[in-house]
């Protein structure tokens, strides 16, 4: 039988193409913290492997015959919420069914139904204190899904961790391992009385916080190659740097666009036809289009204020940010998200390809659909995009529509950028794709618009190059900058068919008759328009 990319789920090899995950964590450093008798959190953002990195540990612990690993995930208690009690006693019959499972025998049921009357502020503790005087060897507990819990909840299962820490291993777990989105000292938690504690606080005995990374390059190839040597089906080596740029390693999308390129195309599933670099774009963009639940997990988020704090001025094309005026548990919680990237000494950054593209049309999803533009009116007859037609009617929409427009945007200071590409996106979907490069200290949104000219794969392609900037400063240093930078990218780039260079004008004091503009430039041997406004 045919293995397949996962993207529901904890793998299975049996039916999963699969990245060993011991070897996706630094499996001696975690060793290491066991035999220490370690308390310590695992964390990375969802759909990353977590819970099949735990599976595999708590087996490879059973099997080396040193410790009793059990896993327990206790999402479960997210609905009791607030009330301690039921999340509490729904933690134990979790952990009590997962202890079944493993050592064999009702004893942990049995000790379960004992501890019943226990009042709940020390019934997991106290069932956690006499498992571990019952059973035969020390116990390592892996409690995935932690920061599910909420409030109170969460704080009474934290405490009552703790609270036997300093008798392990003989009257308490040897190790437990809190295994979630974020480090727990990133927990801000709002008590039912309003007060607000931090996981920290609650939880102060961790002594380390392990972050599990994407797959490295190396691993995606490996991935994918399982698919060629159990089908035959071989992939273009101009693919993988096409998928490493879209997913940057992400499990979840490196596992959807596999399954997507080779299961979901049906013309491709004829496993004689190869996976061409025109393929990785259109599954890419089905991805996107589709919105599968990973993707709309993410697009939620955008709403919540602290990740809106964080994104828009990347979207804004800032040259700077004060991180003073955004807090720092903001920055670190998008991060944790998956949404964000920081790497020493350059600035953070969206997460990858894919999420670059995801985000912007998202916020631009309800403006797209009122838009009455329909891509015919700008098709010459080759089947390419007039962009100067485009961007006339698009200079007087915007002068027209702007401020009401922009208005409705929730992430207004990037308003002017995500209201042009709504527009291009309104004109280029269904046929062609928009790439998309932007960020803290860019100065400007890098476009390269990409639009097919026939229906079949590895035809003439049109390619424009669109740099889209805000007016700071002297409009000529403005002009000048930009037409360096458009050239650059039109270099970049390599066979591009139009250059143009976008300037967003916010100054109030204008009219609009001052602002909406248009002129052609030379610059390095190229043709760029300008377009003010």
Not at 47 to 58: N, P, Y
Not at 116 to 130: A, H
Request: a negative charge; charged letters at 30%.
């Amino acid at each position: 039988m045919e293995r397949f990319f996962n993207t529901a789920g904890p793998n299975i090899p049996e039916d999963n193409y699969t990245i060993d995950p011991l070897t996706r964590f630094d499996l001696e450093e975690v060793l290491t913290l066991i035999r220490q008798k370690r308390y310590f959190v695992l964390h990375a953002p969802r759909q990353t492997g977590k819970t099949s990195c735990m599976l595999a540990l708590r087996d490879y612990l059973n099997k080396e015959d040193d410790y009793i690993a059990v896993y327990a995930n206790v999402e479960g208690g997210q609905a009791s919420r607030n009330d301690s009690q039921s999340v509490v006693k729904s933690t134990i019959d979790t952990m009590a069914e997962q202890f079944r499972g493993i050592v064999g025998n009702d004893l942990p049921l049995q000790i379960r139904d004992d501890v019943q009357q226990v009042g709940k502020d020390s019934m997991l503790s106290t069932y956690l204190r006499r498992l571990s005087e019952n059973l035969p060897k020390p116990i390592v507990l892996i409690i995935d899904e932690i920061d599910a819990l909420v409030g109170d909840s969460l704080v009474a299962i934290l405490r009552q961790i703790r609270s036997g820490y300093a008798d392990r291993p003989k009257a308490f777990p040897q190790t437990i391992i809190l295994c979630g989105v974020r480090d727990v000292r990133d927990y801000r938690i709002v008590l039912s009385n309003q007060d607000i504690i931090t996981g920290g606080s609650a939880f102060n005995i961790k002594t380390e916080s392990l972050r599990l990374g994407n797959f490295s390059k190396e691993e995606i190839h490996e991935l994918y190659m399982q698919h060629t040597d159990e089908t035959g089906q071989v992939f273009d080596d101009a693919c993988f740097p096409m998928i490493w740029n879209a997913t940057e390693g992400q499990p979840w999308l490196v596992n959807a666009l596999g399954r997507e390129v080779t299961y979901k195309m049906r013309e491709n599933r004829d496993r004689s036809v190869r996976i061409i670099p025109e393929m990785i774009d259109k599954a890419i963009e089905n991805l996107i289009y589709r919105r599968d639940t990973h993707i709309d997990i993410l697009i939620d988020k955008l709403e919540e204020p602290r990740v809106r704090r964080v994104i828009e001025p990347m979207l804004a094309n800032e040259d700077e940010v004060d991180d003073a005026l955004i807090p720092t548990d903001d920055i670190q919680y998008v991060e944790d998200l998956g949404l964000i990237k920081r790497e020493r000494g350059k600035q953070r950054r969206i997460a990858n390809g894919i999420y670059r593209e995801i985000i912007p049309r998202e916020l631009t999803w309800s403006t797209q659909d009122a838009l009455t533009q329909q891509p015919q009116w700008y098709q010459n007859p080759d089947n390419s995009i007039n962009m100067e037609k485009l961007l006339l009617d698009f200079q007087q929409f915007f002068r027209q529509n702007a401020d009401a427009w922009i208005g409705r945007f929730d992430y207004a200071e990037a308003g002017p950028q995500l209201l042009l590409q709504a527009f291009l996106q309104r004109i280029v979907n269904g046929g062609g794709y928009i790439d998309r490069e932007y960020g803290l200290g860019r100065k400007r949104t890098d476009l390269l618009i990409r639009k097919p000219l026939t229906d079949h794969y590895g035809g003439p392609v049109q390619r424009v190059v669109m740099e889209l900037k805000i007016k700071r400063g002297d409009l000529d240093k403005v002009i000048a900058d930009g037409l360096e930078q458009t050239a650059g990218y039109m270099d970049l780039v390599g066979s591009v068919d139009e250059g143009h260079l976008i300037i967003f004008d916010r100054t109030q004091e204008k009219t609009w008759d001052e602002r909406i503009w248009h002129k052609t430039y030379e610059y390095g041997g190229r043709t760029i328009m300008v377009w003010g406004m």
